[in-house]
């Protein structure tokens, strides 16, 4: 079985040799299509033998996209440049590597990190997702209805890998606003194409209401002052994708 591993990149010369050190151990090919970073990116993803290409940046859906379509196999593993495989999941790909697979789709579940963290924290927050796939049933689509989500084949049933991906989100507080300035307008156009709408009252309510969420509901007060810093990110990042989208819509009237 050939698998080849995907990543997008912008200036991720502090997490990507971590992330491709990993996905070396799994992949027949790597590849990354990077949007002009300006620090060495491109020379650690050189280093670690992945097939490099440039392709402007537009959205992530797209670019993930691009970077899907230059893999050369049909089986595919979708990560982020701050996505580092655990060494289980290292394992159970290599033994999946040697069988033939249950299913065509496979979700891997990825949990949330902090910079210094080697393993997750009880209660970090986690998601699960498709990551994992035949591009024969399944694949990223272009565009910005889908979320940054791989979507799967209407029926095709989806399996579960045990092992899981660490995710590095943030390396410092200067770095997680730049992000999250950039992913709320990611949002904000999705929003705009589905033609969503929002109240004055969720303007309001947004911050506070996202705040008491991640720092009680999910549990980031267990995770002492990077928990309330985190929890106070995030819930600006929610706030923005509200705030920037009524900066939308009164600027349509003019």
Known sequence: MKLSVYIVTLNEEKRLARTLKAAAKVADEIVVVDSGSTDSTVKIADKYGAKVFFNKWESYCKQKSYAENKCSFDWVLMIDADEVLSPELIEEILDWKRKTPEFQAYNVKIRNMFAQDEKPRRFAQSFNVVRLYNRQFAHMPPDLHNKDRI????????????????????????????????????????????????????????????????????????????????SMILAYFRFLKIAKWFEWKEGKKD
């Open 151 to 230: 979507k799967v084949e209407n029926g095709e049933p989806i399996g579960q890998m045990r092992g899981i991906i660490y995710h590095y989100c943030i390396l410092s507080i200067e770095q997680a606003i730049a992000k999250y300035n950039l992913h709320s307008t990611e949002l904000l156009n999705t929003a705009i194409a589905e033609d969503r709408k929002f109240s004055r009252l969720r303007l309001v309510t947004e911050f506070p209401r996202q705040f008491l969420r991640y720092y009680f509901f999910k549990r980031y007060f267990l995770l002492g002052s990077q928990g309330f810093s985190q």
